[in-house]
């Protein structure tokens, strides 16, 4: 059983008899009551994607869901194909499909991911929680803007904009958290 706590991006799930995938996060509030987790989910069978929010008490069955560890090997307009690394095989997914986890991937990645299926069918992608990427554009940082935790947007290699510390500047390569697409630190490389 999964907790509403443990749903992620790729993460599929059966709500009632249909199989869901998460796509996105899109928050998660706390009131009087207990913590209620904001996401967008995708109907697999249906195609249908819908703005929904669990309870932090709710419980899903989890999916019965086959895995293949795949690297990226080409884009094709707005789909993704995977290769499997041991038969060749090769699997389309669309960039609908990957939901949020597109932000973090581009053409030319050598990261191994987890390509979810369900009933054959490529439904998602479980990426490695931590994704290095480059700043192509952000602002200079203000000298001595240093009160708290001061950050600028900044535009990554794949276009996704994320928020940063002062210290980042252009072509600064960066770890980023895929499971909410915060900072994490500065690449070691």
């Known amino acids: 059983m999964l907790a509403a706590s443990q749903l992620r991006v790729g993460t599929v799930f059966m ?81 609908e499909d990957l939901g949020d986890n ?25 990426l490695p929680i931590l994704v290095e990427r480059e700043i192509t554009y952000c602002e200079p940082g203000i000298r001595g803007d240093t009160s708290g935790k001061a950050s600028k947007p900044a535009t990554l290699d794949t276009g996704y904009e994320v928020q940063v510390p002062l210290f980042c500047e252009m072509g600064t390569r960066i770890l980023l958290d895929t499971r909410d697409g915060s900072f994490s630190e500065r690449a070691k490389s």
């Open 15 to 95: 709500n009632g008899n249909d199989p869901m995938i998460v796509q996105r996060m899109l928050g998660n509030k706390s009131g009087r009551g207990s913590m209620v987790y904001r996401l967008r989910i995708k109907n697999i069978v249906s195609g249908q994607t819908m703005d929904v929010g669990f309870d932090s008490s709710e419980k899903f069955q989890e999916a019965d869901l086959e895995l293949h560890k795949v690297k990226l090997s080409y884009l094709d307009g707005d789909n993704y194909v995977f290769m499997d690394e041991e038969t060749y095989e090769q699997f389309e997914i669309s960039k």
């Open 102 to 126: 597109a932000n973090y991937i581009k053409d030319g990645d050598e990261f191994i991911v987890e390509l979810t299926f369900y009933n054959g069918k490529p439904v998602g992608v479980s």
